[in-house]
Structures are given as C-alpha cells and as structure tokens.
Nanobody
Framework: VQLVESGGGLVQAGGSLRLSCIVS????????MGWYRQAPGKQRELVAT????????NYADSVKGRFTISRDTAKNTMYLQMNSLEPEDTAVYFC??????????????WGQGTQVTVSS
C-alpha cells in the first residue's frame, strides 16, 4: 500500500492550492481517509476527514468554510481544496487512510507529506 501526496507549494495569503493523495495497493475496506498537517515545533493535527463511502466529512474548526475534502473512488484519489489560505496554514500536509484489510485486520497508512507554505 502506498499513499503519495502532491500539490503543495508556495502561495500568497488569500490564494488557493489543491492537494492530491493517490492511493495504490489493496486497501480492503476503507473506513476513513483524512488530511493532517504538522507545522514546525507543533504536533500533527487533523485537518479534515471523509468516510470510506464518501458520505460524511469532518473539518477542524480552523479550516471550516475554507477547505474542502473530497474523494474520487474511480481514481483512488483524495483531494483537499484549500482556499483563502493564511500564513497559519503553513505546514507539511499528510494524507492518511484507516480501514480493514481482507483478513479483517486494521491498518493505518500515511503518505510522505507535502509542504504548503503561505506567505503574508
């Protein structure tokens, strides 16, 4: 199983970026997929999650109304559309997937991260 993020970069405050996370390998039953971020000197924090069926989403209060998480099952890809970016959004963004493999065993996979830098 492999998760590969892309789409990070440098953007001015008020700008937008769209992150992508391509998932490859046998995932069994996906329970939830999500985006997390970690700023320098801070703990990793949840940004947004989406259920395996894509029906329910959840957002951190700090990004509500600005970020949108989505998933394209046919492309095995998860997205994070980030609008109205603020310098406080600067961090390494990681994608994550949790679920059960075909043997009924739980898994928790992470991507390698993509840097997002927002300049003021």
């Amino acid at each position: 199983v492999q998760l590969v993020e892309s789409g990070g970069g440098l953007v001015q405050a008020g700008g937008s970026l769209r992150l992508s996370c391509i998932v490859s390998g046998s995932m069994g039953s996906i329970a939830v997929m999500g985006w997390y971020r970690q700023a320098p000197g801070k703990q990793r924090e949840l940004v947004a999650t989406i259920t395996g069926g894509g029906g329910r989403t959840n957002y951190a209060d700090s990004v509500k109304g600005r970020f949108t998480i989505s998933r394209d099952t046919a492309k095995n890809t998860m997205y994070l559309q980030m609008n109205s970016l603020e310098p406080e959004d600067t961090a390494v963004y990681f994608c994550n997937v949790k679920g059960l493999n075909r043997y009924g065993e739980g898994y928790d996979y992470w991507g390698q991260g993509t840097q997002v830098t927002v300049s003021s």
